[in-house]
């Protein structure tokens, strides 16, 4: 009979293993943020000084849905493009949570190694958030320009499709929650073998991860009276308790 470890046991054993590695993860987290925010607000400071340039030579200031809809297929790129950070985030946790050397340039271990699969597997999740995301992004875009229906059905509109958004987005990225861990362990499959092992592992599994992460939420409000500062903990503790979790259930798996 399969056992699989509790959420508190998870989380205890994760506060235990990340007993003197908060310096490199937190390393790892600012690194990421910093080069993401840097190319983001590249981006954005771009965008920003075409709409200047247009108002000083007499063209209108306000951005058109047309330039709203390319600044987020911009900005869905580079957040691919960054996804594949996350593979190199996943091997240092995976080595902290196996005892082995675990340092801050782990971080770049998928644009060196296995690019291809991690961009892959990225495309595929910031894809699917962009998808369930972009209908009601769009409705807030027109409530906030004063464009398309009256302020309370566009506030409705929005409110329904954030709602389905998040009824799609949450099943199907819980069953790609596992495919950077895969990717480290099955080096030799591809992106869509990858996610389509995940979704198979995950089956029976979604609704208990689900009430792992949403068991952070009073940890990440404290965060938020922090103003943020709390987040360099919560962060890699998060991390190390779901690269547990990936453990407990492959090892469960394999039985």
């Not at 030799?188 to 198979?200: D, I, T």
Request: aromatic letters at 14%; glycine letters at 6%; hydrophobic letters at 50%.
């Amino acid at each position: 009979m399969t056992q699989y470890t509790s959420r508190a046991q998870l989380k205890e054993k994760a506060r235990d293993q990340m007993a003197g590695h908060y310096g490199n993860a937190i390393l790892l987290s600012i690194c990421r943020s910093l080069i993401v925010f840097s190319l983001t607000f590249t981006v954005s400071m771009t965008f920003t000084m075409i709409l200047t340039v247009r108002t000083i030579m007499g063209g209108s200031a306000e951005t058109s849905l047309t330039e709203y809809l390319l600044l987020t297929a911009t900005t869905t790129l580079l957040s691919i493009f960054a996804g594949v950070f996350q593979t190199g985030i996943t091997l240092f946790y995976l080595n902290t949570a196996c005892n082995r050397p675990a340092v801050t340039a782990n971080l770049f271990y998928g644009f060196k190694y296995l690019f291809k699969k991690s961009l892959g597997i990225s495309a595929v999740l910031i894809l699917l958030n962009t998808a369930c995301t972009l209908p009601f992004d769009i409705c807030y875009f027109l409530l906030r320009s004063g464009k398309g229906f009256d302020t309370i059905t566009m506030a409705i509109l929005y409110i329904v499709l954030m709602v389905i958004g998040m009824c799609i987005y949450i099943p199907l990225s819980l069953g790609l929650s596992q495919a950077y861990y895969l990717l480290l362990d099955f080096p030799q499959y591809n992106a869509m073998e990858l996610m389509k092992l995940s979704f198979r592992i995950m089956k029976g599994h979604k609704w208990e991860l689900f009430c792992l992460q949403m068991s952070f939420l009073p940890l990440g409000f404290l965060c938020l009276l922090s103003f943020g500062i709390g987040s360099l903990w919560l962060v890699p503790y998060m991390n190390m308790t779901q690269t547990l979790y990936f453990l407990d259930l492959m090892q469960n798996e394999r039985q």
